[in-house]
């Protein structure tokens, strides 16, 4: 695939340059031209002229020598470079001047002569820049190799006096724009994810298992661990790469640098101090922090004004200030607060980061006097070294560091934004040991174990504390946080929304005609006979001798019969009453009105003389036409329905560059016609065109995207890019909320006929086939998203659903795997797919959670409780722990039991009364006995399920429990276990206790029915049905 290049990023970048260079101060706007030569060296990392590269066209380009003179830009490269940049070349054109940006030349470098003649035509055009004198280079870049060699003789031997301007490129450079900062940002996550889920746990597992191990290797860990994609924040591993190897010191040899590697000492006990830093897409980010075990409370003290003096630095740095004052306000504090710190603390503060980790002409330090400006980017770092441990009791403890750093981006108002969001109190940061023998009295004992240094520990970390908590307390107590969270935000909802009632939308009232004289003057309406006006979709039928118009839409059904000699027509209308359907009473404009509901014609069947046609003909007629006439009027009725609530969506704003990106040989799921169809994706300015091979055409706008989802191949047969859209759109004569787009990968079907055998050539050749299929498709997909995201500057962002959390469950009717992404929990392989945005859910609860059933159901509760709940049902009860901890995570309340809820009622009975059902404790009664916010002791939901439902108690009636209709099985029930084991102790004779199983027979009779109407089956209480008499007790 041809690199591509981002001309309209390049434009703006070598815009920004020559501004500077032309408004330069000092040895900067001296120069007459600015030489940037390239060489290969794959040991140099760092450097000016590899970062100017990557910042205008976003690749490093070797053995290419660049020239920026006055008025035209020169670049000499290899012929497979120099067809890269004639992307610049063309988008430049003829007009570079007046747009400010110079006309651009490229050079074609030839390999094996000495290039004397491309060489000639450089030094040419240098000494025709200006004054052709002085020449802006960077200083510090120097590049082994051949053509470097024969570039720099040829320029020695020219009288150009050489000006390093590293530095003024470099501020041109440092305020980052939006799409620098998005890359940025991202590093900066990866970074913190790495710091938390690895190098934070594995640290607390060497402390907890008295583990002997080296920096250097603990160093090694880290790097190895970023080939793995659960701790890149769902980025690519092939754009991550560290910044420099991580830094891991403690045991009193610290050194607060970033040039220095970890040594090959043992990891001690006390101060770690730890740096690293994540480079993506060539952006760096940074991230420095100390663990400390045991801490003593001075150590706690040193580090708390530590975190003081972190927070006065990015108060300072701020749009405009100087870095010097910033340095300042900091030291300040410092001879304010704690004078006998200032000989240990770093003797600088930080400095700024890019493409180039550091910028050594932006360092936090007393003598920079350049301004900063909003988009800089700097790593702050501030630390203390050589801090006396006055408890020590072995050498490496007599002294001990602080290191604290962050990735900040300066801002135009307040203080600077932190980009690596990792926790860094002392209580997040301290891991507090535990001796096993505290609690003995054998103090000799701990001592010696102690002088040997093997006594056993717990450590801790801030999250294992003394009192440890288990993974379900933890949850728990989480859960009663939410659960109050949760009622107060429902009940304010509520209230807010309370008057705006839904109202039932009337019936269309069709009216035939607006007046008389638009009846036609037909011969069948003077002659009263039945007439059928398809223009205006109306029957004209004689009522009493009076040709009276009725409109297609209040013909509910129409039936003919012959009888004898004569023929009926039989015509019903639509009245209130005529159908039993839900809401049907508010159908009708005016229902107060008088109906008609039937009319009868009845016509001979025999003809009479000299008539041409039998009378029963018309009745015929207009039979066969009314049914014609029905069915067109209900296709429209029915497309109009579908249009109903449709959004009008903006205009797809096509971009005619032939670069877009594009996916070709999709299909698109809905199907366009009734035949699925190949077609091409491809992005424009404001949204996707989906075009079919036979010209059908899709468009689906960026702002109307809820969620975009891309569904690798990893263990699927199709590899998919699917839209969850806000408003639906319109294709194939129906309205789609979820459209997707995918191709298949491999073979869906096999061939079980075909001999197959475990080593057959062919087969492992088409496994091989498949493999590489995979691999290709996977990577155009990423190569199309990634172009997609940076083409909407990352307001289209892709989620990749997280398999390892994914869950097995039947949304409808086939199981399938529910995998949760960010923000959704989604299935986008099977058809219909499934997602649930995970904001507009309210609570999730299980249902049927018992001990001797393989699965249990899931019932998904939405902030909008006017719509109907989503349940997902038969999930295996081993994901009941994985979905519980990821709820939790995001924040998602959930409650279980052991029976199915009629769901219908409950919301029903919620939005009729909602005051009333907060009143009552909300959700709470979904809790189990004893967790609920607001529940009485005895009057918890678990035993209102179990609560005996007896027909032969006479104040059953009088029941008025809050919670009862809430719950379907508690009207439901009849016997439970308790009912049973009193009716021994109650002294009831035969007769009564054979009148009673008559009426549980009976009841229970009646609620099957009532179940199987329901469509849904439901697990009753133990003891239903007709219990055994008990033997009669002797009086």
Not at 161 to 182: F, G, I
Not at 212 to 224: D, G, M, N, Q, W
Not at 591 to 613: C, D, Q
Not at 748 to 758: A, F, N, P
Request: aromatic residues 8%; hydrophobic residues 35%; negative net charge.
């Amino acid at each position: 695939m041809a690199l591509s290049l981002d001309r309209e990023a390049f434009s703006r970048r070598l815009r920004r340059l020559y501004a500077s260079w032309q408004k330069g101060e000092d040895e900067f706007g001296g120069v007459d031209a600015i030489v940037v030569a390239v060489g290969v060296d794959e040991e140099i990392v760092y450097a000016k002229s590899t970062a100017l590269q990557t910042w205008l066209f976003g690749y490093e380009l070797t053995d290419t020598v660049m020239l920026f003179c006055e008025d035209r830009a020169l670049f000499l490269a290899s012929r497979k470079k120099v067809e890269f940049l004639k992307q610049v070349a063309q988008a430049k054109g003829g007009d570079g001047a007046s747009n400010g940006l110079p006309a651009v030349t490229l050079l074609v470098r030839e390999k094996n002569e000495s290039n004397k003649a491309n060489f000639e035509k450089l030094l040419e055009a240098l000494r025709g820049s200006r004054a052709g004198r002085r020449l802006g280079v960077f200083a510090k870049d120097k590049f082994p190799g051949e053509f470097m060699r024969s570039w720099n003789d040829a320029l020695s031997k020219e009288s150009f006096e050489k000006v390093d301007v590293s530095a003024a490129v470099a501020l041109a450079m440092a305020a980052k724009e939006e799409q620098e900062l998005a890359l940025m940002r991202k590093a900066a996550a990866i970074t913190s994810e790495l710091f938390t889920k690895f190098f934070k746990e594995r640290v607390m597992e060497i402390v907890d298992a008295d583990e002997k191990v080296r920096h250097s290797k603990l160093a090694e860990a880290v790097e190895k661990a970023i080939e793995e994609k659960k701790f890149l924040a769902g980025a690519d591993p092939s754009a991550v790469e560290m910044c420099y190897p991580p830094i891991i010191q403690s045991g009193g040899n610290y050194n607060l640098k970033f040039s220095v590697v970890s040594d090959k000492s043992h990891m001690h006990f006390g101060a770690i101090t730890c740096s690293m830093g994540i480079r993506y897409k060539s952006y760096c980010s940074n991230l420095v922090r100390t663990l400390m075990v045991d801490p003593s409370q001075d150590m706690q003290d040193h580090y708390g004004f530590l975190l003081t003096l972190q927070e006065v630095l990015l108060r300072e740095l701020r749009h405009g200030a100087r870095l010097c004052d910033v340095y300042g306000a900091v030291m300040d504090v410092v001879k304010k607060q704690r004078p006998e710190l200032l000989g240990k603390i770093t003797k600088n503060l930080g400095f700024a980061m890019g493409i180039e980790f550091r910028e050594g002409s932006l360092v936090i330090n007393s003598k920079n006097q350049q301004r900063l400006r909003k988009g800089m980017v700097f790593s702050v770092n501030v630390g203390l070294s050589e801090l006396p441990n006055r408890e020590a009791k072995r050498p490496e403890e007599r002294s001990y560091a602080l290191f604290l750093g962050d990735t900040v981006m300066v801002d135009e108002d307040g203080p600077a934004v932190v980009l690596t969001s990792v926790k860094k109190k002392v209580k997040n940061v301290g891991i507090f040991l535990k001796n096993e023998d505290e609690d003995e009295e054998e103090p000799d004992k701990d001592a010696a174990e102690d002088l040997l240094g093997r006594s056993s520990r717990a450590a801790l970390l801030t999250e294992r504390t003394r009192n440890e908590l288990t993974a379900e307390e933890k949850r728990r107590a989480h859960q009663k946080e939410l659960a109050t969270q949760l009622n107060e935000d429902a009940r304010r909802r509520l209230t807010e929304q309370r008057g705006e009632q839904q109202t039932q939308k009337a019936r269309k009232s069709n009216v035939s005609y607006k007046s008389a004289a638009l009846l036609p003057k037909e011969p069948h309406v003077r002659e009263m006979k039945i007439y059928i006006d398809k223009k205006y979709e109306s029957v004209i039928m004689p009522v009493f001798g009076i040709a009276t118009p009725f409109h297609i839409a209040t013909i509910k059904n129409i039936s003919m019969s012959v009888e004898g000699d004569y023929t009926y027509l039989r015509i019903n209308f639509f009245c209130p009453g005529s159908a039993l359907g839900r809401n049907e009473g508010n159908i009708f404009p005016n229902p107060e009105a008088t109906f008609v509901k039937e009319i009868t014609y009845r016509a001979s069947n025999l003809k009479p003389p000299g008539e041409s046609t039998v009378p029963a003909s018309n009745l015929q007629n207009a039979f066969r036409i009314i049914k014609e006439v029905q069915k067109r009027y209900k296709t429209r009725e029915a497309e109009e329905k579908e249009k109903e609530g449709i959004v009008k969506q903006d205009s797809l704003v096509i971009n005619l560059n032939r670069s877009n990106p594009k996916l070709k040989d999709l299909y698109i799921r809905p199907n366009i016609a009734q035949k699925r169809m190949q077609g091409a994706l491809e992005a424009h300015v404001n949204g996707f065109r989906f075009t079919s091979v036979r010209g059908d055409k899709v468009d689906i706008l960026y702002n109307n995207i809820k969620h975009a989802v891309f569904q690798p191949c990893d263990g699927e047969m199709i590899i998919v890019l699917h839209f969850h859209l806000k408003n639906a759109i319109m294709f194939g004569k129906k309205r789609h909320t979820d459209v997707q787009f995918y191709t298949e990968v491999g073979e869906i079907t096999t061939d079980l006929g075909k001999h197959q055998h475990m080593h057959d050539r062919d087969d492992l050749y088409a496994e091989q086939m498949e493999r590489e299929m995979r691999h290709k498709l996977k990577t155009a997909f990423k190569n199309f998203i990634e172009k997609v995201e940076a083409l909407t500057k990352e307001e289209l962002e892709f989620e990749v659903p997280f398999r390892e959390l994914g869950f097995n469950g039947a949304p409808y009717r086939s199981t399938c795997l529910l995998q949760p992404t960010s923000s959704a929990l989604v299935n986008c392989t099977e058809w219909p797919p499934f997602v649930v945005t995970l904001d507009e859910v309210e609570l999730i609860h299980f249902e049927r959670v018992q001990f001797h059933l393989k699965n249990f159901d899931l019932v998904i509760v939405y902030k909008d409780y006017a719509r109907k709940v989503t349940m997902i049902n038969a999930i295996p009860v081993a994901s009941l722990d994985p979905i519980k901890e990821w709820l939790n995570s995001c924040d998602l309340k959930y409650t279980e039991g052991v029976q199915s809820l009629n769901w219908t009622k409950i919301m029903k009975t919620i939005v009729d009364d909602p005051e009333g059902f907060f009143e009552q404790g909300g959700w709470s009664f979904l809790e189990p006995e004893g967790e609920g916010s607001e529940a009485e002791p005895g009057e918890s939901e678990s035993e209102l399920e179990d609560e005996t439902f007896n027909p032969s108690e006479e104040d059953e009636e009088e029941e008025e429990d809050s919670d009862e209709d809430y719950s379907s099985e508690a009207e439901e029930s009849e016997y439970s276990k308790d009912s049973l084991g009193s009716e021994e102790e109650s002294g009831k004779d035969w007769d009564e206790l054979e009148e009673e199983a008559r009426k549980a027979d009976r009841e229970s009779q009646y609620e099957e029915e009532e179940e199987r109407g329901r469509g849904r089956k439901r697990k009753g209480p133990p003891g239903r049905g007709r219990p055994h008499p008990p033997k009669k007790k002797r009086k």
